[in-house]
């Protein structure tokens, strides 16, 4: 009896563990320190509710930093996870910074120009860790990239 009550404790246990998946919130975030008001736009498709609900772009003011999205999942925020949600949920095809003069700087996905290189020293990374029964995960993490005064210079 002993044996059967171990086996359906140890079989319970790793349903428990296979079946719980932890969640995960990552948010985007842009600071401005390029010296001028900036808007974000993309060519992004419009069933895609970030740009749906921002037809006018977002606005960063500058010495500002602004939320702009969020995305959420199951497993564990990282760094590639953001890599891959900046490329099909965040920022589409195209972006492009309007900087408060009418000056542009346009940034393609298929050239990984720097806005799509979450690796450049443009962006800072962070995550909290969480526990899950006994998983220890980033639950949450923090993409943040930095518009410059270089950002700016490169605009036309």
């Known amino acids: 009896m002993k044996k059967v009550f171990l086996v359906f404790v140890a079989m319970l246990s790793l349903g428990l ?17 390029s010296g001028h008001d900036v808007t974000i ?3 992004f498709p419009s069933d895609r509710t970030l740009w749906n609900n921002n037809p006018n772009g977002i ?19 990282n760094l590639a996870t953001a890599k ?3 490329r099909t949920w965040v920022y589409g095809d195209t972006v492009t ?6 000056k542009q700087l346009v940034y393609l996905q298929s050239n990984e120009d720097e ?6 020293s443009h962006y800072s990374w962070s995550s909290e860790k969480d526990w ?17 005064e270089e950002d700016y210079n490169r605009a036309q």
Do not use: W
């Open 97 to 102: 910074f309007m900087f408060d003069d009418g």
């Open 17 to 33: 563990f296979s079946a719980c998946d932890p969640a995960y919130f990552i948010d985007y975030s842009v600071r401005n320190k």
């Open 59 to 77: 606005a960063v003011s500058n010495g500002q930093d602004t939320l702009f999205c969020t995305t959420e999942g199951l497993g564990s925020a």
């Open 84 to 86: 891959s949600d900046i």
């Open 115 to 120: 806005v799509f290189d979450v690796y450049s």
């Open 41 to 43: 736009y993309s060519t």
């Open 132 to 148: 899950m029964i006994l998983l220890h995960y980033n639950k949450y993490g923090h993409l943040k990239y930095t518009i410059t």
